[in-house]
């Protein structure tokens, strides 16, 4: 249990932000979709493929969104000289 404290400890650290509900953060590292023991408890944690797929839309958009407002089409970045 330790561990998965410590994980969910890191994750937060990392991304600025503490989970009021700690199996939201688990569920997130969780991989393999396997029982764990949590908070002292047997919890299933589902497989994080639902977190995944929206995580990479939510990437895909922002880098998007950053290239289209700093490039032309051809990669080439904008320049104030003509």
């Given at each position: 249990m330790a561990k998965i404290q410590t994980q969910i400890t890191v994750c937060e650290q990392k991304i600025g932000h503490i989970f009021s509900n700690k199996l939201i953060c688990l569920e997130a590292l969780q991989a393999s979709g396997h029982p764990l023991i949590y908070d002292?408890?047997?919890?299933?944690?589902?497989?994080?493929?639902?977190?995944?797929?929206?995580?990479?839309?939510?990437?895909?958009?922002?880098?998007?969104?950053?290239?289209?407002?700093?490039?032309?089409?051809?990669?080439?970045?904008?320049s104030d000289q003509s």
């Open positions: 002292r408890l047997f919890q299933a944690v589902n497989k994080n493929d639902r977190l995944a797929a929206l995580g990479d839309a939510v990437l895909k958009l922002v880098l998007r969104k950053k290239w289209f407002q700093t490039t032309h089409s051809n990669g080439k970045e904008f």
